[in-house]
């Protein structure tokens, strides 16, 4: 994206199972059905990205990216649709391209691949990885679906999988390159390899959001030390807005402390003011008015410099009522006020 391309906001769901009430799970139809109508609204509405994620557990819809993305082209017209992430340490390379090649041509050139390690590890002993092995995993990997990008055919050998000698790998993509991202949870390392390769990068924002501007820099400083042009920044965060900040904060608290209990255990019981601090204008959630959301990004984009903003919508078993109002209002007041406030 050039310096005077606008400013991109879309969104990104799991397919998180949340328990509700009387401890039932959204069952994996429902959700499924609810993704696909989250990615035709956003489309409606004006959005620019629609991304799903691979879990492999039995609290999420999503296992297959492609296969829900490829769902989602079909009913859909102008949004760019990306995986949020595909694990590539326990994938095949070969099959991500294809598949994402296949997406691209059955979207008619809209598709994206954003590749990560995975927060969770449960796809390594499904698909018989060793978990010591877990930085090699990703690094060879990615190298190889990189020269699967840029080659055709490919000779390339490796340390956790077959070579490829002078090997074809079909069909190739409607754009001349498919997009590659790097997924980047605030480890330097993984920030500094994401710069070194030249590839766009998200940044997960979960903590205080000024930690991540050194990474920024360092991102970029890594890109201009191996002779590369910097890729975009784009960050990744909880999201609920509503028409008023009070309203918005007292529908999305339940839902959203309860996502926190049964998806992020780690970060502890959240209370009420804990999730007001969150909240805060400061803070790494996103949840309140739409001129509470643009200032928010407009802070960050002062910190960070990124030019895509993605939210994670549906999150706690908020109604699907509730998602899309939250998903239309994010296309209709947020992202012009944020592009006109951006505008060169």
Known sequence: MSAASPFEIGIFTFGELTRDAHGQPIDPLTRTRDILEW???????????????????EDFAVSSPAVVLAAAAAQTKNIRLTST?????????????????????????????T?????????FPLFGQNLE???????????????????????????????????????????????IWAAVGGT?????????????????????????GALAQLYRRAAQEAGREPGQIGVTSHFYVEETSQGAKDTFFPHYSSYIEQNMPRAG????PGFEHWAGPRGALFAGSPA?????????????????????????????????????????????????????
């Open 292 to 344: 509470e959301i643009v200032d928010k990004i407009l802070w960050e984009h002062e910190v960070l410099g990124h030019t895509r903003f993605l939210a994670q919508v549906g999150l706690g078993g908020l109604s699907q009522a509730a998602t899309l109002r939250s998903i239309e209002l994010l296309a209709t007041e947020v992202l012009p006020a944020v592009r006109a406030a951006l505008k060169p």
């Open 269 to 272: 019981r959240l209370d009420r």
């Open 39 to 57: 990615a035709r609204v956003a489309d409606a509405a004006g959005l620019d990205v629609f991304g799903v994620g691979e879990h492999h557990r």
């Open 188 to 212: 330097p390392s993984s920030v500094e390899r994401a710069g070194r390769l030249g590839l766009p990068m998200y940044l997960a924002i979960l903590g205080a959001p000024e930690r991540f």
């Open 85 to 113: 992430v595909t694990v590539l340490s326990s994938a095949d390379p070969v099959r991500v391209f294809e598949d994402f090649a296949t997406l691209d041509l059955v979207s008619g050139g809209r598709a994206e691949i």
């Open 115 to 123: 590749a990560g390690r995975g927060a969770y590890v449960e796809s």
């Open 133 to 179: 092995r877990y930085d090699e995993y990703f690094e060879d990997r990615l190298d190889l679906l990189l020269r699967i990008r840029d080659e055709n055919p490919i000779t390339w050998n490796g340390t956790t999988r077959p070579p490829l000698i002078d090997a074809g790998v079909w069909p190739r993509p409607a754009q001349a390159a498919l997009p």
